[in-house]
């Protein structure tokens, strides 16, 4: 095989000869079929239901209602576990399912839906946004729990009384100053209909239920999503869950939890015998379709056509059932982070597209120097680092922890609760990956949480990108943190530039990861294009600009504290931090208070703190680490040593910012190599 080459798809040929077998053409020994009755309001309370004359009709198993949900749970959900597998108390769209009768044949089943009797009472419908908004509009849930099934649900707001499923808001500097400046205010509402994927194979699912073991055949797009809901729902364990996946006819974005599932996993276990439920493709409308919206955006402008500011409003209507409609507002919602050329370097900053990323620059790095310069492709990420971390966005460099207000005779003090953005960082190195994932540690894997990075933290979805160059100063090899990004990340990405061709080949390491990829262009990889891939990050790795040896480091530095070269290195130094500020590890803070002139409003602000200060070691009587000697033997020391103590790790990743920024070219690993008695040749 070359590149080039013609290939058929591995599944070409059983689809085009019609030999694929979809989950509506399962035949499963002793199987049955499930009819669905649905209901015919948009709102109504389930009075009764009636079901033994269609019992009593030739070729019926049994009917499935309610009455047979009561030792399990049964609401599902991605979001919020909402949506009941069948009606209980109430419909809440046409076509609910109210009722399943599982017969020998179609004739029977039939016959015996048209005897069920089932009363409602029905209820004022909201059959719009502005309808589902508006005051004394009737509302639809009660509170419902969160779904287990996504961890990014943690921060959705339901409110059930208002009708809103989430809310979800961020902002970034003064819009209503830039609208109230602007030489033109354009107001646009843009409006989005429902519409339905229209796979060409309806929705099924065929259910086994055998003990205490189930095995479901559908075609979904999320089979683990679908197994965990599944064993909560009917408290089994994940072993005793089976899901097999036959072919797939079209998803889009349609086949994930499927309500089919659960409902045809009830009957079979009411049933004892293996059920299909196959939906006609009426039922199939009526069951999924994305979400309806309306769109307003305000946008600022100047008289030569600038952008100052713009404030958009998203409406999303997700029918009955929250569904993915909470996940979906966050999704359309997160501030995209990346890498991009500002005053001579290459930083990570908000991005608008793909023309803001740093296309057809690198950079070269040594000790104490950097700059940046074109290149001669157009790489999209033919660099290594530049001065800023992604620390700066999970652990602001200024953060106002509370403010208070005089009153009467003391203070009222208010935390501040500011809405934390969702960031999605674009770019991150395998070194930086692993510098979060050392903060994590940090503020997350002790006794006392820092609730602040917590909240940063839950809120960020991460593209990785593999080093396809190394920097003069990079020595993650060393480090074991890189060039090639192992864990930490939503999608992981490799550019591979290879003639005429630019591609990039993913990895997925999320289940977020998984759902964004669904909804880019994309294909499986040959073998030769991940081939590709490893080659760039294995040569990579071998062109290392520095090297440390970190065997027993921690004991090294420990016996050396008098060591002559800490001399050396403190007649160089001219502790400005730098070298703290560039790292993406470094977590030292202070806090400062401020009043304002008529002492009646004071602020506490945590701010970014350097241990190469004479402030930040003062105590009474004077600051501990007075010399450049001492300050930088702490931060060596700590780094690599005393760190490993308090959180099991080693404080360097080995992204050679240090060395870079050091305004006079200090290197660490010259250091650690001077300190082991070691002189390079």
Known sequence: MSFGDNLPRKDAREKVTGRAVYTVDLRVPGMVDGFVLRGPHPHARVVSIDTAEAERVPGVLCVFTRADVADIDPHFGQALLDQPLIALDKVRFVGEPVAVVVAADGAAAQEALGKIRVEYDPLSA??????????????????????????????????????ICNRWTYERGDVAAAIA???????????????????????????????????????????????????????LPLSRVRIIVPFVGGGFGGRELIAASPLAAAVSRKAGRPVRIALSSEETCRTIARHAARIRIRSAVTRDGRITGREAQL???????????????????????????????????????????????????????????????????????????????????SLRLWHAQRSGNGFAIETDRQEVPRYAFIGARACDLQAIGIQDQVFQGGRYVDSSYQARRDRIFIIAVNCGQVGGTCFCVSMQSGPKAT???????????????????????????????????HREAFDGEQENAERIVVHTAAQMGRVMDT???????????????????????????????????????????????????????????????????????????????????????????????????????????????????????????????????
């Open 181 to 235: 400046k602007a030489d033109h205010v354009f107001d646009h509402t843009f409006t989005l209909p429902a519409v339905h994927h229209f796979f060409l194979e309806p929705l099924a699912a065929v259910a086994a239920f055998e003990g205490d073991s189930l095995t479901l055949w559908v075609g979904t797009q999320t089979p683990f999503a679908l197994r965990q809901m599944l064993s909560s729902m009917f408290h």
């Open 126 to 163: 909201v059959m719009t946004i502005d309808e589902a908004l508006a005051p004394g509009a009737p509302a639809l849930h009660g509170r419902r729990p969160l779904s287990p099934l996504s961890p990014d649900v943690r921060d959705v707001k339901p409110d059930p009384e208002r009708n």
């Open 315 to 397: 409406l999303w209507q997700t029918g009955a059932y929250a569904d993915q409609g909470p996940r979906v507002i966050k999704k359309g919602g997160y501030r995209i982070v990346g890498p991009t050329v500002r005053e001579g370097a290459i930083v990570y900053d908000q991005v608008a597209s793909v023309s803001d990323l740093p296309v057809g620059w690198t950079d070269e790095q040594k000790g104490g120097s950097y700059r940046i310069k074109h290149r001669e492709d157009e790489a999209f990420f033919g660099y290594t680092v530049g001065p800023h971390s992604w620390k700066k966005f999970l652990l602001p460099p």
């Open 487 to 521: 864990s930490g990340f939503d999608l992981s990405l490799t550019e591979v530039l290879e003639g005429s061709r630019h591609y990039f080949v993913v990895e997925i390491g999320s289940e977020m990861g998984a759902e964004v990829l669904r909804d880019v262009t």
């Open 551 to 681: 065997g027993g480091i921690k004991e090294l530095l420990y016996h050396n504290l008098d060591h002559p070269r800490w001399d050396d290195v403190a007649a160089r130094c001219l502790t400005c931090g730098n070298c703290t500020m560039v790292c993406p590890t470094c977590f030292c803070t202070t806090v400062e208070d401020v009043t304002d002139l008529t002492g009646e409003h004071a602020e506490r602000w945590q701010k970014w703190d350097s241990c190469f200060t004479m402030d930040f070691s003062y105590i009474h009587g004077g600051s501990v680490r007075s010399s450049a000697k001492s300050r930088y033997r702490q931060w060596m020391t700590h780094k690599l040593a005393t760190w490993i103590d308090q959180f099991g790790t080693s404080g360097c990743v080995g992204c050679g910012r240090c060395i870079t920024w050091c305004p006079v070219a200090i290197d660490i690993t010259e250091e650690v190599r001077a300190i082991r008695g070691e002189v390079r040749e």
